[in-house]
């Protein structure tokens, strides 16, 4: 249970942890299962924390889950389990209706300037990142033609996707949002450039080859076709073991 009092009073929430045990699930399962439904936004986005430490010491991020949205995961994921959850929400509310001592009001207090230096980071990341690339971008030269070896995005989809069944939506992350992605090496001006053509960026074949071998190399099966990787967060997404060059 966490129970945390802020300017807005006390919210009890179950952390996705807590699902996890009541319905025998993995915890990565009903944490990507909850991304799911915020992406189809069945459910509102859950604040992400610090977890208690693993066996080996190591920090899991938890969701915490409102209860409302926490019926809808473990409706998704084992309706039998419906009855638990309401034990178990039971539960917390007694709980809750405690007064917090101040070692909780401290430590939640702290989880929650945890949670947002760690947003704050992350957003400076993601800024100093975006200006590296604008940077690089601008500094992009244009050619009349595409030199041998090179390709257009519209080739790269085309030719990951028979490569190892990625989807148009995963290559285009691996492509433009996700660390690690390439910058183009030029932009060729269109022979329609007087119609309203507009210069189309190209990549050297080689380069985009290995990129992309190496971004496989990081997926993690679930299925025997649907893998993750952890910089997609939309979860799972369709994968095969290269058949072809």
């Known amino acids: 249970m ?9 919210v ?22 909850i991304e799911r ?14 977890g208690p430490k693993s066996g080996n010491g190591v920090v899991v991020q938890e969701y915490l889950v409102n209860k409302r949205d ?32 101040q070692a909780e ?13 760690r947003q704050q980071r992350e957003q400076q990341v993601a800024l100093e990142r975006i200006e590296t690339r604008v940077a690089k971008v601008e500094q992009v030269r244009y050619l009349d033609a595409m ?25 285009n ?27 189309y ?3 050297p074949k080689a380069d985009i080859t290995r990129r992309f071998d190496r971004f496989v190399g990081e997926c993690i099966f679930v299925t025997a076709e649907r893998a993750t990787h952890p910089d997609i967060e939309q979860g799972r997404f369709k994968l095969r073991l290269r058949t072809s060059a």
């Open 2 to 10: 966490t129970i945390a009092k802020f300017q807005g009073g006390d």
């Open 12 to 33: 009890v929430t179950m952390s996705s942890q807590e699902i996890a045990e009541l319905v025998s699930a993995r915890h990565d399962s009903v944490k990507r299962t």
């Open 37 to 50: 439904l915020v992406e189809k936004r069945t459910i509102s986005q859950p604040p992400l924390v610090d």
């Open 70 to 101: 926490s019926f809808v995961v473990v409706a998704q994921l084992s309706p039998e389990f419906t009855a638990a959850l309401v034990d178990r929400w039971q539960a917390l509310e007694e709980q809750s209706g405690r007064p917090m001592t």
């Open 105 to 117: 009001i401290t430590a939640a207090n702290a989880n929650h300037l945890v949670a947002v230096e």
């Open 147 to 171: 030199p041998a070896g090179f390709e257009s995005m519209t080739s790269i989809r085309a030719r990951i996707n028979l490569r190892h069944g990625i989807p148009q939506w995963v290559i």
């Open 173 to 199: 992350a691996v492509m433009r949002d996700i660390p690690g992605s390439p910058l183009p090496f030029a932009m060729v001006r269109s022979k329609h450039a007087d119609d309203g053509g507009q210069p």
């Open 201 to 203: 960026a190209i990549w």
